[in-house]
């Protein structure tokens, strides 16, 4: 059981930040990050690690993967950078869950390098990748308006 993964759930910071960001990103014709996108990211984070043999838990994958948008109520409502905003969330939920200091800073370091290419931290590599990858760019209705440049849209199946 991932008892520790369903605790960030349970979190009443955690739960908050998601039905607020539902709430702002109803009228958004792009991508959402609600709770199917971070699930998304987590099972592909997970599965790459597994593929390659990563020394990746399965808990930092899911926590790493959950957290990682969260702080884009802050970006909408306040202009902070998400990946700021969450790796501060994350150092509020992660202890409650009962993740370690040296787990807590390997998730934080993660979400904070997510935007780039996730640096020299593998969880940080899976979590740029996998954020990327889980965008369903062929079926999107708002494909046309999107601001990625096609060669970056996701409109094969590669891995």
Known sequence: ???RVNKILR???????LARLETLEQARIFCRHGLPHLL????????S???????????????????HD?????????GIPHHQAST?????????????EAEITQIQNAIACHRADGGDNILGQLLYWADKKSRVCRTCPARGEC???DEKKNLEITR
């Open 1 to 3: 059981m991932m008892e």
């Open 11 to 17: 979190h009443p910071v955690f739960a908050e930040h």
């Open 40 to 47: 998304d990211v987590a099972r592909m984070m997970w599965i």
């Open 49 to 67: 690690a597994l593929e390659q043999q990563l020394p990746v838990t399965r808990d930092a994958a899911y926590a790493a993967a959950l957290l």
């Open 70 to 78: 969260i702080g884009r109520v802050e970006q909408i409502e306040e």
């Open 88 to 100: 501060s969330l994350a150092a509020q939920i992660l202890p409650e869950a009962g993740f370690s």
């Open 147 to 149: 601001s990625w440049p």
